[in-house]
């Protein structure tokens, strides 16, 4: 059986232990600090993204268009992030604003 053994020198081992629980604390400050947790992806249909916007259907189709919304298309269905359409609620807002 190999043993690595490691020395230090003039460092008590409560001096030791303190040094490494210090280092361990900032690390999880700075985690808990700069995490973001990824939320899932809410998918919505263009009668749920109509009704939320407070549009027709044919308004979320022009929109579409001029790229205003992301549209996904899976086969023959027209699926839209929830967090998108938030977003574009928030800029269009904040263009109002200005």
Same mark, same amino acid.
């Given at each position: 059986?190999? %043993?690595?053994?490691?020395?230090?020198?003039?460092? &008590?081992?409560? *001096?030791? %232990?303190?040094?490494?629980?210090?280092?361990?604390?900032?690390?999880? *400050?700075?985690?808990?600090?700069? +995490?973001?947790?990824?939320?899932?992806?809410?998918?919505? &249909?263009?009668?749920?993204?109509a009704?939320l916007?407070?549009? &027709?259907?044919?308004?979320?189709?022009?929109?579409?268009?001029?790229?205003?919304?992301?549209? +996904? /298309?899976?086969?023959?269905?027209?699926?839209?992030?929830?967090?998108?359409?938030?977003?574009?609620?928030?800029?269009?807002? /904040? %263009?109002?604003?200005?």
């Open positions: 059986m190999n %043993k690595n053994i490691t020395q230090l020198h003039n460092v &008590s081992p409560e *001096e030791f %232990k303190n040094d490494i629980l210090d280092g361990v604390k900032k690390q999880l *400050e700075f985690f808990s600090k700069n +995490f973001k947790p990824k939320e899932p992806n809410i998918w919505i &249909s263009r009668q749920d993204a009704e916007l407070g549009v &027709s259907l044919v308004t979320i189709h022009d929109w579409c268009k001029k790229d205003i919304l992301q549209k +996904f /298309k899976i086969g023959n269905r027209v699926r839209f992030k929830r967090s998108d359409i938030e977003q574009v609620l928030l800029n269009s807002n /904040k %263009k109002a604003l200005k």
